[in-house]
């Protein structure tokens, strides 16, 4: 059974930094695109960043320079480095793994807040 836990989110000053993380169980890790998407109160989820199994790396442009996204494939993990976090960064964060239409699978999503 195909499972995403997030960690890593919780409450930092704007010009912060926080690190995500996604522990992928259940799937062939290497065969999947691996996303970030994050949705704030009243907005629609957005993509964030993705890594291909490649690890070639695509990012929104809002965060394009501030956050990294990085696999690891020995532990099945994905991270999300963020750094100079602003208010407006502030939503839930969603892990998402990607193969097909069939084989798609979200976390349960871990709260960012940046705030002073």
């Known amino acids: 059974q195909a499972q995403l836990v997030e960690s890593g989110g919780g409450l930092v000053q704007p010009g912060g930094s926080l690190t995500l993380s996604c522990a992928a169980s259940?799937?062939?890790?290497?065969?999947?695109?691996m996303s970030w998407y994050r949705q704030a109160p009243g907005e629609q989820r957005e993509l964030v960043a993705s890594i291909t199994s490649g690890e070639n790396t695509d990012y929104a442009d809002s965060v394009q320079g501030r956050f990294t996204i990085s696999r690891d494939k020995v532990k099945s993990t994905v991270y999300l480095q963020m750094n100079s976090l602003k208010p407006e960064d502030t939503a839930v964060y969603y892990c998402?793994?990607?193969?097909?239409?069939?084989?798609?699978?979200w976390g349960q999503g871990t709260q960012v807040t940046v705030s002073s």
């Open positions: 259940g799937i062939t890790f290497n065969m999947f695109r």
């Open positions: 998402n793994a990607f193969l097909s239409r069939y084989h798609t699978y």
